[in-house]
């Protein structure tokens, strides 16, 4: 079995034997414990750029308003 984490930089490839009748069992747990480190390695990234960010909460607030507004418009355009 070979897994990759393709969405992440470095790629990571990581080959393990499985016993034979194991597999789809294995397979599905390293699946649900791959999603969850992928999930936690991006919201490290996502961490490490906000702190070098600055974005105040008033600005996003306010970028977040024309966001809802033009998803509006277009909305009532489309109807």
Do not use: C, N
């Amino acid at each position: 079995m070979y897994v990759t984490l393709d969405r992440l930089m470095p790629t990571m490839t990581i080959k393990i034997e499985i016993p034979e009748g194991l597999e789809r069992e294995l397979i599905e747990t390293f699946q649900d414990i791959l999603k969850k480190l992928e999930m936690i390695v991006l919201f490290e990234m996502a961490s490490k750029i906000i702190e070098k960010s600055e974005l105040t909460e008033e600005s996003a607030l306010e970028i977040a308003e024309e966001i809802k507004k033009s998803i509006r418009k277009r909305h009532e355009i489309d109807h």
